[in-house]
Antibody, heavy 120, light 110 residues
Framework: QVQLVQSGAEMKKPGASVKVSCKAS????????MQWVRQAPGQGLEWMGI????????TYAQKFQGRVTMTRDTSTSIVYMELSSLRSEDTAVYYC?????????????WGQGTLVTVSS | QAALTQPRSVSGSPGQSVTISCTGT?????????VSWYQHHPGMAPKLMIY???KRPSGVPDRFSGSKSGNTASLTISGLQAEDEADYYC??????????FGGGTELTVL
């Protein structure tokens, strides 16, 4: 069965960077785009960006451009999301989610979420 | 990219039907038939309930249905059950590989 397993909770200071991993299993890793979504406390879901694990190409939400980098390692079926210049507003649960069809489908499988806390 | 507009909350009694609206623009909801809906229980990962405006993934009860008219998509839940109480989010493809989410709607089953 499809599984997305994310790395554990992180605590960072303002200005630092965080790198969250998402290990995929149960399907052909390079055949499905991966999306990243976050949810800050008391807020809604927010789309961050997408990576094509096959080609490595990425598109980021305008809000995060310049601060976010999504990469992948096809040998281990892991995608990464790195967010830099962290500020308190980046405190959130970060999710990876598989796109069910290229880059226009529903997000049919989600990771368990990674809590990133930014605090001095 | 502005978030899609959803009501903050809706409620209904068991057995009743509720509809949650999701309003965007011609650049997202109105421009593509790629609207999806997610159910989110606190502390858990979101769950896909509807994709491509009207389609249900396997395992999702047919009590959940989706529709769209112009720039507004809707999720209807009929025969409300206690376990339907959750937050619901719409999302739309917005071109150039991008997505946008709605602000979320809290569903209370009275």
């Amino acid at each position: 069965q499809v599984q997305l397993v994310q790395s554990g909770a992180e605590m960072k200071k303002p200005g630092a960077s965080v790198k969250v991993s998402c290990k995929a299993s149960g399907y052909t890793f390079t055949s499905y785009y991966m999306q990243w979504v976050r949810q800050a406390p008391g807020q809604g879901l927010e789309w961050m960006g997408i990576i094509n694990p096959g080609a490595g190409s990425t598109t980021y939400a305008q809000k995060f451009q310049g601060r976010v980098t999504m990469t992948r390692d096809t040998s281990t079926s892991i995608v990464y999301m790195e967010l830099s210049s962290l500020r308190s507003e980046d405190t959130a649960v970060y999710y990876c989610a598989r796109d069910s069809r290229s880059y226009t489908g529903g997000f049919d499988n989600w990771g368990q979420g990674t809590l990133v806390t930014v605090s001095s | 990219q502005a978030a899609l507009t959803q009501p903050r909350s809706v409620s209904g009694s068991p057995g009743q039907s509720v509809t949650i609206s999701c309003t965007g623009t011609s650049s997202d909801v109105g421009g593509y038939d790629f609207v999806s809906w997610y159910q989110h229980h606190p502390g858990m990962a979101p769950k896909l309930m509807i994709y491509d405006v009207t389609k249900r993934p396997s395992g999702v009860p047919d009590r959940f249905s989706g529709s769209k008219s112009g720039n507004t998509a809707s999720l209807t839940i009929s025969g409300l059950q206690a376990e339907d109480e959750a937050d619901y989010y719409c999302s739309s493809y917005a071109g150039s590989y991008t997505r946008v989410f709605g602000g979320g709607t809290e569903l209370t089953v009275l």
